[in-house]
């Protein structure tokens, strides 16, 4: 199984709304991400955990908390929203030591903030 | 850190020439460059990537070379078809975990 399954694959939200983005993956990866991608531009990261451990925040305001509850699974915890937060979310995996660094994306979650 | 530029942004070609993509970065500590392919409403799926210890790496219809001096790398699609036709990132990355994204380049390959 080399897929990374992202739930849902779109998601329409109001600025007091709270909503959760989920990841899975079963390839025994051990390092998993969470990149925002705006139109026409390339993802940009935005939380690196590496053996279930948060070990990149790349400055990322708090409205968005990330998760990883277990190997398998990471989660992105979305409150109080701003319609600029619209964006496609990525989630990728991939090998967490060695050289086999190939990231595996899933297809995203399109999240529009009215 | 690390900058990535990619040139160009858009490309058309006709079915069955060539393409060329081309990236440059700044961190000569750059050891890993990932291509990746992005069709409309999917991520990225990697197509090619290579090592710094490697000039050059080729997989059926698709090359990357690289230039460790110049501080650049090139994607080369040959005998392109209309599924070809996608967002192309470029990407270079220093530590495992963390890749600088070029820019993007649109190819069009028109039947």
């Known amino acids: 199984d080399t897929e990374v399954t992202q739930t849902p694959k779109h998601l329409v939200m109001g600025m007091t709304n709270k909503k959760s983005l989920k990841c899975e993956q079963h390839m025994g990866h051990r390092a998993m991400y969470w990149y925002k991608q705006k139109a026409k531009k390339p993802p940009e990261l935005m939380f690196v955990y590496s053996y279930e451990k948060l070990s990149i925040n790349e400055s990322v305001p708090s409205r968005f908390s990330p998760e990883c509850p277990n190997s398998s699974l990471l989660n992105l915890h979305l409150h109080a929203l701003q319609p600029e937060d619209s964006a496609l979310y990525l989630c990728a995996s991939s090998q967490a030591s060695g050289l086999n660094n190939e990231q595996f994306f899933g297809p995203g979650t399109r999240l529009t903030v009215l | 850190g690390e900058n990535v530029e990619q040139h160009p942004s858009t490309l058309s070609v006709q079915e069955g020439d060539s393409a060329v993509i081309k990236c440059t970065y700044s961190d000569s500590a750059s050891n890993y460059f990932p291509w990746y392919k992005q069709e409309l409403g999917k991520g990225p799926q990697l197509i090619i990537d290579?090592?710094?210890?490697?000039g050059e790496k080729k997989d059926q219809r698709i090359a990357v070379t690289l230039n460790k001096t110049a501080k650049h790398f090139s994607l080369h699609i040959t005998e392109t078809q209309p599924e070809d036709s996608a967002v192309y990132f470029c990407?270079?990355?220093?530590?495992?975990?963390?890749?600088?994204f070029g820019s993007g380049t649109k190819l069009n390959v028109k039947p």
């Open positions: 290579i090592r710094s210890n490697v």
């Open positions: 990407a270079a990355s220093i530590n495992f975990n963390k890749f600088y």
